[in-house]
């Protein structure tokens, strides 16, 4: 667990922090699951045409299928995010621009 800060400034990091780590232990659980069912139907455990066999098959193929669907989308994901980020940069240099006009410090002609 993160430490309470007192600014408000830092504890962005707190929200950020827990999503991308939920996201990339899902991806990681994903994976393995895929390398274990591929694993256990190379092996040839199962009898060839039981019920089993067919479940392992349908299975591996339900992965493959999903994959793809997530890999095409991906790249609209992806374009989103940027834009997304893109905004909030904007938004924090326009604010900081306008924060920094207020100082002055220079002489005016």
Do not use: C, Y
Not at 18 to 42: A, W
Not at 59 to 75: A, E, Q, R, Y
């Amino acid at each position: 667990m993160l430490p309470k800060l007192k600014h408000k400034k830092g504890q962005v990091g707190g929200i950020i922090t827990p999503i991308v780590s939920g996201i990339i232990g899902l991806v990681i659980l994903v994976i393995i699951g895929f390398v274990i069912v591929s694993t256990l139907n190379n092996a040839s455990l199962l009898q060839s045409g039981s019920n089993e066999q067919n479940a392992t098959d349908e299975l591996i193929s339900n992965f493959t299928t999903g994959i793809s669907k997530v890999s095409n989308k991906l790249p609209t994901v992806l374009l989103i995010a940027a834009v997304v980020l893109i905004l909030g940069v904007l938004v924090f240099l326009w604010a900081n621009f306008k924060r920094m006009q207020g100082l002055g410090g220079g002489s005016e002609l």
